[in-house]
């Protein structure tokens, strides 16, 4: 019986919490459940994952990304940050490789004369 009780209480705990990531920011929304305008249930649907996506398509009020604020506890390790890499890769290798590619380019064409 003991044991049982001890899985609900998990259980609960587990229901009560609410993190959701946005914009690479983690969010502890436990307390704003309640209170959030749009329900609980959407909350619901995003804990856990990155919410950013949705947050945005609902197109929030400056009020409300204000708001948000308060509720960040931590940020996402870059690593784990897809869309930072992928700007890290667009924005310095691949201008570095097309600067290769031209120089090499150039030595080619400068070779032939
Ligand atoms: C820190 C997180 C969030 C805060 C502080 C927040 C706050 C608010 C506020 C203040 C509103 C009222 C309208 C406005 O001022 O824009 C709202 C509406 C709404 N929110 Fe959020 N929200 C958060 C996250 C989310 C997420 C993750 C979703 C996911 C889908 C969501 C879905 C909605 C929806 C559907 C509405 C109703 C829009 C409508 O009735 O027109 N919100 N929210």
Redesign the pocket.
Known sequence: MAEQSDEAEIQKQTTLELW?I?HHKV?D?TK?LEE????EE??R??AGGD?TE??E?????T???E??KT?IIGELHPHHCFLCLSSWWTNWVIPAISAVAVALMYRLYMEQD
Do not use: I, K
């Open positions: 959701l946005l969010y929304l704003f959030h305008p749009g329900g959407v909350l649907e995003q919410a949705n947050f398509d609902v197109g929030h009020s009020d409300a990304r708001m948000s509720y």
